[in-house]
């Protein structure tokens, strides 16, 4: 799903009290001579060593929080939801998601009660990769578009719905080799083929099969929702249409913004989606054909309002609950658990060295985001969603907060 928009534009992509140190995750050893360094490590330290864990007011936190012990709940206690290098149950988060603050922390308020929560049902866990604890950190939103139900003049380019003819192929059902491996694609004359490409979509392979969900006024924005891959539609009556991933034809993602830097269109510093944008205005005759570059074409779902009382608005992440602006983070779910609490020290994007330092919880996941120190932070909708997210490329760390009974498990394994 989502990625830092400069970067996947520009480079690529796809569409989170002890003295006791050292504890490691399941991957290997550290020390030993000629060992491997594993891709995850955790140290394990006190709250007093989260920087600026004292001054975070929480506002957002728990309704974020409360969201992904709505997915837990009700889950067998047993049920494995950890990665191999973090082991976790359900039932870890029982006793923390049950004893779950009512109150709804905001700027002035007294976050005290809330800091105690997770004081009490956390202990926390810098996380460390092969490099070290530092890592990138960049920024994604929620795309704004303007659209119709109905195909005018103004609104014209469609947004589609998942074609019945694409066809996603399991084939670990085929062998034990290929487990988890998929490829997108169609029957045609008896035969299993690749899905057309986007410039065969844009052209009109889909033409006539009542898939268009919506009709938007922008191509270029169109182009920027399969980017990010959900989004927001706003309809002349005012009316909010929420549309979210439903699938892809499986070709592969290529940047725009390389594609203009390598035939000298544009400079590397300027290949920001403002730069992007500039050059499409510019060359308007030309904005089909440089869409084409990137094969990989994106059908969306129409998601219904999420209209409860407390609860996040934003598009569904990869936990399966709406993202909280500000307070929801995008890991590598193969190593990092979603649903965790997430401690996050780095800086405002920008060249400013402001420190951004608060408390997140891993409900995302995206193509570019790989390795144990690398989070892509949620900004969520609108203009200015679009600035801090364009603008975000900041070195940072950050904690993993395990429920205490996971911490207890934990302490009491044998070194590996």
Known sequence: MPLALALVLALGGCGDSTDKRGEQSAGGQTGAPGAAVPPLRLERVGFEDLPGWRAEDFEGALMALRASCARVDGQPEDR??????????????????????????????????????????????RVLGPEGAEGLFTGYFEAELMGSRMRTDTYDTPIYGLPEDL??????????????ERIVGRVEGGRFVPYPDRGAIEGGYLAERDLELLWIDDPVDVFLLQVQGSGRVILPDGEVVRVGFAGHNGRPYRSIGRVLIERGDLAPHAASWDGIRGWITENPEKARALFAENPRFVFFREVPARTGPGQPDGPIGAQGVPLTPGRSLAV??????????????????????????????????????KGAVRGDYFWGHGDAALAEAGRMR???????????????????????
């Open 80 to 125: 494995a939801i950890g990665t191999e290098a973090i082991a976790l149950t359900a039932g870890d988060f029982a006793t923390a998601c049950a004893g779950l603050p009512d109150t709804a922390p905001g700027p002035g308020a007294d976050a005290g009660a809330v800091r105690h929560f997770f004081q009490d049902h956390f202990v926390p866990y």
């Open 167 to 180: 066809i996603v192929a399991d084939l670990g059902r085929f062998s034990d080799d290929l487990a988890g």
């Open 332 to 369: 590598d779910r193969g190593l990092i658990p979603l649903g965790l609490p997430v401690w996050l020290d780095t800086t405002r994007p920008g060249e400013s060295d402001a420190p951004l330092r608060r408390l997140m919880v891993a409900q995302d996941t995206g193509g570019a985001i």
């Open 394 to 416: 900041s070195r940072g760390a950050y904690y993993l907060l395990l429920p205490e009974a996971a911490a207890t498990r934990r302490r009491a394994a044998p070194s590996s």
